[in-house]
């Protein structure tokens, strides 16, 4: 393997991939706060902001979790959150959802909504 596709694949790794399955007990009981990205394969802006997600992963480690959920593989948690657009980045405290975008933001948009969750 390349050590560019290692390194891709060690950036990878500090995402969480949250399922219906495993969603109450990695995001909603997470002591640490955590952004989820609610994506799709087919979604454009979703890979467009895939790296904005990947870097404040990377930022924050430690102080923050970052994980991804697929909506089209997870239709119940997708639906119960009233998750309606790709990409929604939510953030969430101790159960709740202190945060939320909509759409392809920029990174800033994406920090400063982590920066007042830790705040």
Not at 61 to 89: H, W
Request: hydrophobic residues 45%; neutral net charge.
């Amino acid at each position: 393997m390349s050590t560019a596709a290692t390194n891709v694949k060690e950036e990878k790794s500090k995402l969480v991939e949250l399922t219906d399955l495993n969603f109450d007990k990695e995001a909603l009981q997470s002591s640490l706060p955590i952004l989820v990205d609610f994506t799709a394969a087919w979604c454009a802006p979703c890979r467009a902001i895939a790296p904005h997600v990947e870097a404040v992963a990377r930022a924050y480690e430690g102080r923050l979790r970052v994980g991804t959920c697929d909506v089209d593989a997870n239709p119940e948690i997708t639906a119960k959150l009233d998750v309606r657009s790709m990409p929604t980045l939510l953030v969430f405290k101790g159960g709740n959802v202190v945060g939320q975008l909509i759409g392809a933001v920029p990174r800033a948009r994406v920090e400063a909504m982590v920066e007042k969750a830790l705040g």
